[in-house]
Antibody, heavy 122, light 108 residues
Framework: EVQLVESGGGLVQPGGSLRLSCSASGFTFINYAMHWVRQAPGKGLEYVSAISINGGSTYYADSVKGRFTISRDNSKNTLYLQMSSLRAEDTAVYYC???????????????WGQGTLVTVSS | DIQMTQSPSTLSASVGDRVTITCRASQSIRSWLAWYQQKPGKAPNLLIYDGSSLESGVPSRFSGSGSGTEFTLTISSLQPEDFATYYCQQYNSYSRLTFGGGTKVEIK
């Protein structure tokens, strides 16, 4: 059974930093690109970032480029999102997401984690 | 960047109704479109991928059609468990794997 378990969310002050983790199991992690998607309270889904299978290629939404860094540790089956210079508008539930197709970044998403809430507030 | 526009933003319907939701892309995305269902407090669930392919385990009352810039999600006979918010998503472009703004299906 595929499982994606996010952790690391919480309350942080504007300008602060936070690192999210996503522990993956139930599939061959190293064969899949991975993604982060977020959802602000009461709002729609917003794509955040993606990373290729070996970590050599990364992609970011304009809204987080230069502030967020996606990475992965294939030996630990874990995906990360390092967030810095956080703003109030970064407040959201952050989902770790698995693509349906292995090996490619451009794919629909067939499994989502339960999400972790990040609140940026003073 | 490719923009995805969903309509309507809210839809009121009754159990048994046929429901259609539209998603328009600002440029051609071929058939690289997915539809998701999201219920309050839950993560989204994949319904349709590649424009018209039904994800395993999804009831056959859900169907998708379209290509290029215009796509539709149809629920042939709305069931009580289908009241939720639906999102389209394009995965044609690396610039952003953009989501539509969502369509909330409410009980009439």
């Amino acid at each position: 059974e595929v499982q994606l378990v996010e952790s690391g969310g919480g309350l942080v002050q504007p300008g602060g930093s936070l690192r999210l983790s996503c522990s993956a199991s139930g599939f061959t992690f190293i064969n899949y690109a991975m993604h982060w998607v977020r959802q602000a309270p009461g709002k729609g889904l917003e794509y955040v970032s993606a990373i290729s299978i070996n970590g050599g290629s990364t992609y970011y939404a304009d809204s987080v480029k230069g502030r967020f860094t996606i990475s992965r540790d294939n030996s630990k089956n874990t995906l990360y999102l390092q967030m810095s210079s956080l703003r109030a508008e970064d407040t959201a539930v952050y989902y770790c997401v698995k693509p349906r197709i292995f090996g490619v970044v451009l794919s629909s998403f067939d499994f989502w984690g339960q999400g972790t809430l990040v609140t940026v507030s003073s | 960047d490719i923009q995805m526009t969903q309509s309507p933003s809210t839809l009121s319907a009754s159990v048994g109704d046929r429901v259609t939701i539209t998603c328009r892309a600002s440029q051609s995305i071929r058939s690289w479109l997915a539809w998701y269902q999201q219920k309050p407090g839950k993560a989204p669930n994949l319904l349709i991928y590649d424009g018209s392919s039904l994800e395993s385990g999804v009831p056959s009352r859900f169907s998708g059609s379209g290509s290029g810039t215009e796509f539709t999600l149809t629920i042939s006979s709305l069931q009580p468990e289908d009241f939720a918010t639906y999102y389209c998503q394009q995965y044609n472009s690396y610039s952003r794997l953009t989501f539509g703004g969502g369509t909330k299906v409410e009980i009439k």
